[in-house]
C-alpha cells in the first residue's frame, strides 16, 4: 500500500514464492541493483552466450542472505519436477531456482526463455504475513507473467495495482480501520 513507507518494501512488487503454516518467503520483483547480469556472470566466473541477458540489472530480491542468488523462470521440467537441482514450483505457473546449473544452462545461451535475477529474499514468520494483510499493509494479486517478466522495474507496481481494477493514484495512504 502506498502508506507503506520502507525504502525496500515501499511501493514494491513482492512475488511470493512460498506460503505455509510456518511463514512466507518472496522475491521483491522492481528494486534493480546497480549490478548487470554480465557483471554478476563475471563474479561467479560463467561467460553470458544470452545477449538479451548482458544488460538487464539483477534484482535486490530482498533484505536477506543477499550474496544467495534467486532465479525466477518459466517452467523447464514437467509434472515430475524441474530439469534444474533446488528449484521449486510456485504459484502462477513459475519455478524459481537457486542452483547454479540454470546459470550454467544461461552461459551457453540455453535456458529458460524468460528469466529474472536477483540476489536476497524476503521472508516472513508464522503468521507474521497474515498480519500485516489484516493491517492493509499490502495489496494482493494473482501472478501475472507480464508484470513479473515484461514489464519494467518501474511501472510494475503501477501495473500489478492496475490488474485490480484500480487506479494507483487514487489509493489512500491510511486503511479504513475504525
Known sequence: MPGLDDALFGRSVVY?????????????????????????????????????????LVGVGGPLHTERGFVLHDPMGDEEGSVYASSLQVPGGFEMTTSRDVLEALSVGAGPKRVRIMLGYASWGEGQLESELAENNW???????S?????????????????????????AVGSGHC
Open 16 to 56: 511470493v514464492c512460498e506460503h505455509n503454516d510456518k511463514g512466507a518467503l518472496g522475491l521483491v520483483l522492481n528494486k534493480p541493483s546497480e549490478m548487470r547480469v554480465k557483471d554478476l556472470f563475471a563474479k561467479v566466473d560463467l561467460p553470458l552466450a544470452r545477449h538479451d541477458l548482458q544488460d538487464d
Open 139 to 145: 495489496l494482493t494479486v494473482a501472478a501475472d507473467a
Open 147 to 171: 508484470v513479473v517478466f515484461d514489464t519494467p522495474a518501474a511501472s510494475q507496481w503501477q501495473h500489478a495495482v492496475a490488474l485490480l481494477g484500480l487506479d494507483s493514484g487514487n489509493l
